[in-house]
């Protein structure tokens, strides 16, 4: 089966699907190692391995890139950050054939003014609505898979209030989206908030203020969290001062490079040097 058709046969029905954050295809080993149904790549995570923050430097290329490499990685479905379409209505076509064409199940385009900046940031601001009412049906119009999920994000809530937000997500879906997603969720009112008043709406939640069995309880389809950037920046950080000032990484931390090895298929690359060799010695 596609893995669009698998993500949008899970958003359909079943449990609310949880896609923890993944910034490359290593990370999405492991969570499709143990047991995640989806994965989701971070364009904040996916800027922080660039070096950069999450302000819309990157290009729609160096997004797409990424999520080959994950896509490629891993038989779930990946769901990505498409930002704003990096441009117009027109940029927005071809955001959705790139992403497409590299076996990505789905993305979310935000309504923010290119370029944008990460949902918590300060400075936002936003189109106009009807604005991202078109990218929608030019996003809807470009997909050549049907099963291809197109989520339409809103963040309006901290520039023009929730009043807009709630008017914004409802023309949305109306224009055909297959789900909203409201950034930029700061309390528990404000989840409560964002279900109640967007009730009948399938709805994605981004963050870590409730365990994923209440954020279901209060209907959401899709939720993506895990921190693993701020996970990723606290472990390293703490080895990386442990090792300056004691010269030594406490092994406890580590898995093996046997683990990481077996992961990435490393017993499958014996198999073909074996299957592939004239003489019946590993190829090398």
């Known amino acids: 089966m596609k893995t669009t058709t698998k993500l949008r046969e899970m958003l359909e029905s ?17 969570a499709e190692s143990v047991g995640f149904r989806a994965v989701y790549m971070t364009g904040s995570g ?8 999450d302000v819309g430097l990157l290009t729609m290329t160096e997004m797409v ?9 891993v038989d779930i479905p990946v769901i990505c950050d498409a930002d704003t379409g990096y441009g117009n209505i027109i940029n927005v076509r071809r955001t959705v054939r790139e992403y497409e064409a590299v076996g990505v199940a789905g993305i979310h ?3 923010q003014l290119f370029p944008k900046k990460c949902g918590f940031f300060e ?11 078109q990218k929608i049906r030019a996003a809807l119009d470009a997909r050549r898979d049907p099963d291809f999920v197109i989520i339409a994000r809103c963040d309006a809530y901290a520039v023009t209030g929730w009043e807009d937000t709630v008017t914004r997500c409802k023309a949305y879906s109306d224009a055909g989206a297959d789900m909203v997603f409201v950034d930029g ?4 009112d404000d989840l409560k908030n964002y279900a109640t008043d967007l009730a009948g709406l399938p709805r994605m939640y981004n963050g870590d203020l409730a365990p994923t069995q209440e954020v279901e309880s209060l209907g959401y389809r ?20 442990e090792l300056k000032e004691t010269g030594l990484v406490n ?10 090895a077996k992961l990435l298929g490393l017993d499958n690359i014996y198999e073909l040097e074996q299957k592939y060799s004239s003489d019946g010695l590993s190829v090398r």
């Open 14 to 30: 079943g449990p609310m699907v949880v896609a923890p954050f993944i910034m490359n295809a290593l990370h999405a080993k492991i």
């Open 46 to 53: 996916t800027s922080a391995e660039r070096g950069f923050p």
């Open 65 to 73: 890139n990424n999520a080959k490499f994950i896509s490629d990685a």
């Open 109 to 111: 385009l935000e309504d």
């Open 123 to 133: 400075g936002k601001q936003v189109i106009p609505m009807e604005e991202h009412v």
């Open 185 to 188: 969720i700061n309390t528990m």
């Open 222 to 241: 899709l939720m993506i969290c895990g921190s693993t950037i701020w996970l990723v920046y606290k472990q390293i950080h703490d080895a990386f001062t």
């Open 251 to 260: 092994p406890e931390r580590f898995g093996t490079r046997w683990d990481v």
